[in-house]
């Protein structure tokens, strides 16, 4: 069931272009509540407009693709799958962070061990502290 019918549904843009595919003669023969269903129904964007939206076409040789690239606010209730699988991925993405965070971490303390001049292991070095020096210090 359609949540509020508009003052005019019928001078809706959809519904316009609706009844312009549809023969003048059935016009009459719909009510508001069945076109409000119809615009529903067909996909008429009744939710809203999304923060990021990207389209477009490239080519790639013979072919041409399009793509879509949309982003917002979540309004609609989601299922039990959508909901394990949103989890999961929170969970690979924390796991991510925390994994990209402890090696950053760690090759920081690496370089401020080779810049003291402390050497844990005597005659061994991952040759970190020898590219950072030249690379990045002396640039």
């Known amino acids: 069931m359609p949540q509020q019918i508009p003052h005019d549904i019928r001078q809706d843009p959809y519904i ?5 595919r549809i023969p003048e003669k059935h016009h009459a023969s719909f009510s508001d509540v069945q ?3 119809l615009k529903e ?3 008429a964007r009744t939710w809203g407009i999304h923060q990021v939206d990207m389209r477009g076409v490239f080519g790639f ?6 793509y879509v690239v949309l982003a917002g606010r979540n309004k609609r209730q989601l299922s039990d799958r959508e909901r394990a699988l949103a989890l999961h991925v929170k969970v690979v993405a924390l796991a991510l962070f925390i994994l990209f965070s402890t090696l950053l971490g760690l090759v920081v303390l690496y370089l401020i061990k080779s810049a003291m001049g402390i050497d844990i292991f005597p005659n061994y070095s991952l040759g970190l502290w020898g590219w950072f020096s030249t ?4 640039r």
């Open 41 to 43: 129904a067909m996909g």
């Open 16 to 20: 316009r272009g609706l009844f312009e």
């Open 135 to 138: 690379e990045v210090l002396h």
């Open 61 to 66: 040789w013979h072919w041409r693709y399009y």
């Open 35 to 37: 076109l409000v269903c």
